[in-house]
């Protein structure tokens, strides 16, 4: 019997990232869907332009099968891809808001949103305020009779906190106003935002989604609807993804379930080994008993994901010492490989965010990164340790 996406409902994650949107037979026979990288196909006349193949309508067949595939991952009814990361929030942002409309934001978010939004918003005709996902009981105060939208992230970054993700769709849904996320830490694996009512989910698929730091590209997924208008922002903005690029993410998908759980276990036991060393200050790990949101994570997520982050006893000074005494993992931003990496967010990635907002949040300069990789945990361990001794 061939596979087809009305099995997705009663497959498991793990299944889906490998099977979902293939096609059997595939071109030619082909079990690997091949790259179609010509931009042009001939159409029976009178074909409607939006369905038109063209890779910049996002409606080519490689796009089409990345799409099923992604769609599948999140359970949701579509899906599109995007040039990045920021090419989903962007679009998103500017496919679902018009001018006079205003946001609710997560008051910890990835410092290319939190750019986005409050260098823009002026010009966009938007307003926004944010609001602290782990109290529901403020955000009431907050809604404006033009809000349109709620977002927040589901394991926030740098700060790997976790809102009060089931409230703020609840609340989205009681207020009448669209909840969007940004589930890119957590990634499908651990977490599926629609299933507890959230409209719009979408991902850096840089990151765990291809999870081989060799792809730029993003995702949107949620109802038919909404993906159609996102989709139609997007042949406008031109950030649909190229076909190469989405060959080389459709085949990180297919591993993801075993890179993530990996990173789950090696990121937890790199987590309680930095809690018990006396040079580290601060390790912020939702799988951490002592974490504040772990009993909320626990009830939430299948896996605590790969990010950590932690201030050293040494501050700023003591972050770069070990920064620089480590040998496995490479001292850059971005999240999500198979190979570890660290960072200090305040120097890359949320260093468009001015001091004081970076304050505000909570995000000291001597805060470090951590995304583990696949490395075993006992190796990662060895080398901070060594690290952190010739640092302190
Ligand atoms: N969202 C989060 C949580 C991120 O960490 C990033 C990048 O680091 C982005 C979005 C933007 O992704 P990209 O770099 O693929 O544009």
């Not at 507890?196 to 949620?222: E, Q, R, W």
């Not at 076909?243 to 591993?255: E, N, V």
């Amino acid at each position: 019997m061939e596979y087809n996406s009305n099995m997705n409902d009663r497959l498991r994650i793990e299944t889906l990232a490998v099977h979902a949107g293939e096609r059997r037979p595939g071109p030619e026979g082909s079990v690997v869907f091949p790259i179609f990288q010509g931009t042009v196909f001939e159409v029976a006349p009178g074909t409607p332009y939006g369905e038109i193949p063209y890779n910049r309508l996002s409606t080519a067949p490689s796009q089409r099968y990345l799409h099923d595939k992604l769609r599948a991952l999140e359970g949701a009814e579509a899906a599109v891809a995007t040039a990045s990361g920021m090419a989903a929030v962007t679009t998103a942002l500017l496919a679902m808001l018009k001018k006079g409309d205003h946001l609710l934001l997560g008051d910890c978010l990835y410092g290319g949103t939190h750019s986005f939004v409050t260098k823009f918003a002026d010009d966009l005709g938007w307003t926004y305020t944010f609001v602290d996902p782990q109290r529901p009981e403020t955000w009431a105060a907050a809604l404006m009779p033009t809000t349109r939208m709620f977002l927040v992230e589901s394991i926030t970054n740098p700060l790997v906190r976790v809102g009060k993700l089931r409230e703020v769709a609840a609340f989205a849904k009681k207020s009448n106003v669209l909840s969007i996320i940004d589930n890119t830490f957590a990634s499908p694996i651990n977490f599926r935002p629609l299933s507890i009512g959230f409209d719009l989910v979408f991902h850096s698929a840089t990151k765990y989604l291809n999870g081989h730091s060799d792809v730029v590209a993003g995702c949107v997924m949620g109802s038919e609807a909404l993906i159609a208008t996102v989709r139609r922002a997007l042949a406008h903005y031109g950030a649909a993804l190229d076909p190469h690029a989405g060959f080389l993410l459709a085949r990180g998908i297919k591993t993801m379930a075993l890179r993530v759980k990996a990173q789950n276990q090696g990121a937890l036991e790199l987590a309680t080994f930095l809690e018990g060393h006396p040079a580290v200050a601060m390790v912020s790990y939702p799988g951490l008993r002592r974490h504040p949101d772990h009993d909320y994570a626990k009830g939430l997520f299948s896996g605590f994901g790969g990010m950590l982050s932690i201030e050293l006893k040494g501050g700023i000074d003591a972050a770069e010492r070990m920064l620089a005494s480590l040998v496995l993992p490479a001292v850059a931003p971005s999240l999500g490989g198979v190979e570890s990496l660290v960072t200090r967010p305040s120097t890359t990635s949320h260093s468009g965010m001015s001091p004081e907002d970076r304050a505000r949040q909570g995000i000291s300069d001597g805060l470090v990164r951590i995304s583990c990789g696949i490395e075993n945990a006992q190796d990662l361990i060895d080398d901070f340790r060594q690290a952190l001794e010739k640092g302190t």
